[in-house]
Structure formats: structure tokens, C-alpha cells
């Protein structure tokens, strides 16, 4: 595992990123630490979903500098950025007949030999990350017969079981109920500071984000506004974001 000295996994140095002529960052110089969930927020069609693939190498279309544990993307080997770094894309992948168990233990896919046999330590990380999602005793039923928010928590289980220092989610409570919403952030949060992680998750969940994460991410074109939940609620941009029209 890899690990900067001052806890700033995730770093942006003059940051851009855009679709063609339009920019929808510009100029971003911030950073997200470990111990830390940060909610990734702003309107629909701002970026949230283009900065998260950004910072997990899928794409490499932007200006300035994204640093991953200390690490640039840009000159990080693919084997580098995948033990630092796991990403929970959003939606549902139909996936047949395979049980969660030998889901999460693709997590592990960075550490097995060449034909992926997993050894004591890979099998323990896998019961490991399954307890911690609270699916220990999921793991031989089929993926396909699991609920949307069961689904989530073994996708989630799959990115842990990879040990990464940093942990990206797109939208992970898109589909499921308010309750399931609410569990699955409380889950985020106890991992991040329980497993000292770096996660950050986009949401529209406004009022679930400022009562369960550390930081705020919010995107205000060109901007990015991120800092502790308070000093952001408390500066206004919020409202000023939200209450103006598109």
C-alpha cells in the first residue's frame, strides 16, 4: 500500500478538465486527505461523473496535475494506480451466475499470480471485506439474486478487498430507497475513518452528505469548491449554487 507522508492522497495542481470548448473545471489546486469521506456534489451535467473517472486513470483528457498517493496518474504504471486506487462506477451490471464471494475476490485481482490463484492472505482480505460490508453471509449466493442495495455493499466489498489507500464512488446511492441511502453513507464514513481511507463519493443526496461526510467537493463551473462541511455550508455557495437557475 502506498502512502503519502502528510495524508494528502488525493492532490489536484492547476487542475482542468472540459467536453470540447466548454470548461467545467479550470484552475483547481486542492487536495482530499485519508481518515476523510468527502461528498462530491453539484448539478447535473457539472463534471462529477467526468472528475471521478479522471482521478481513476479512465480518463486522461485534462490539464494540470492529478497526484494519487504521491503519485502522478500520468506516470503511474497501471499496476501502481490499481493498488492505490478502487473506483465503484454507478448502475447495476448484469452479471450471471457468479456468486459474491468470487465478485469481491476480483478485488484482489492487483496483488494473485499470473493465473489469479488466491492464497491465505487474498482469501482473508476477501472474508474481510465482506464482514465489513455486513455480507459475510452472502458469499455463495448469486450475484443476480441480490437487492439493489446488497448489490452495492458487494461492489463496495470488491473495491475494499483491493486495499487501497483511496476509494471512488459514482453515485453508489442512485436506485436504492431513502433508508438504504442513509445506511450505505453511514457505511462510507465508518470506512473511511475505521480503515483510514481517502473516499470520495458524488451525490445528490444534499442532505445526507452534509450530515454524514467530513468535506464537501462541490463543483461551482469553473470552480471546486472543497473544504470540512461546515466551512462550506456555512460560506453560502450552496445555496448560492442550487437557488440560482440553470
Avoid at 495542481?13 to 470548448?21: E, M, N, P, Q, T
Avoid at 461528498?39 to 463534471?47: D, F, K, Q, V
Avoid at 497526484?67 to 465503484?88: I, M, N, Q, T, Y
Wanted: glycine share 8%.
Amino acid at each position: 500500500m502506498i502512502m503519502s507522508d502528510d495524508n494528502r492522497l488525493i492532490q489536484f495542481k492547476d487542475f482542468g478538465i472540459g467536453f470540447g470548448s466548454r470548461r467545467l473545471l479550470s484552475d483547481v489546486n486542492t487536495s482530499m486527505c485519508g481518515s476523510t469521506l468527502t461528498a462530491l456534489i453539484g448539478r447535473n451535467g457539472t463534471g462529477k461523473s467526468t472528475l471521478l473517472r479522471a482521478i481513476a486513470g479512465l480518463n486522461t483528457n485534462y490539464q494540470g496535475v492529478i497526484e494519487v498517493c504521491g503519485r502522478d496518474l500520468h506516470k503511474a504504471s497501471p499496476a501502481l494506480v490499481a493498488r492505490s486506487l478502487s473506483f465503484v462506477s454507478t448502475g447495476r451490471q448484469r452479471i450471471a451466475a457468479m456468486r459474491c464471494r468470487d465478485i469481491v475476490a476480483m478485488g484482489r485481482a492487483p496483488y494473485t499470480n499470473w493465473i489469479g490463484r488466491l492464497s491465505a492472505a487474498d482469501n482473508e482480505a476477501v472474508d474481510t471485506a465482506l464482514a465489513d460490508v455486513g455480507m459475510a453471509e452472502y458469499g455463495m449466493r448469486d450475484i443476480d439474486t441480490l437487492s439493489d442495495g446488497e448489490y452495492q455493499r458487494i461492489m463496495i466489498a470488491r473495491a475494499l478487498a483491493q486495499d487501497t489507500p483511496v476509494l471512488l464512488l459514482d453515485e453508489p446511492t442512485s436506485f436504492l430507497d431513502i433508508p438504504n441511502r442513509y445506511a450505505l453513507c453511514k457505511l462510507l464514513a465508518d470506512l473511511a475513518h475505521r480503515r483510514n481511507k481517502c473516499v470520495l463519493f458524488s451525490t445528490h443526496e444534499l442532505d445526507i452528505a452534509v450530515k454524514l461526510a467530513d468535506a464537501l467537493a462541490l463543483i461551482n463551473p469553473p470552480h471546486l469548491e472543497n473544504g470540512p462541511v461546515q466551512a462550506i455550508t456555512e460560506s453560502g455557495v450552496i445555496e448560492r449554487l442550487f437557488a440560482c437557475p440553470v
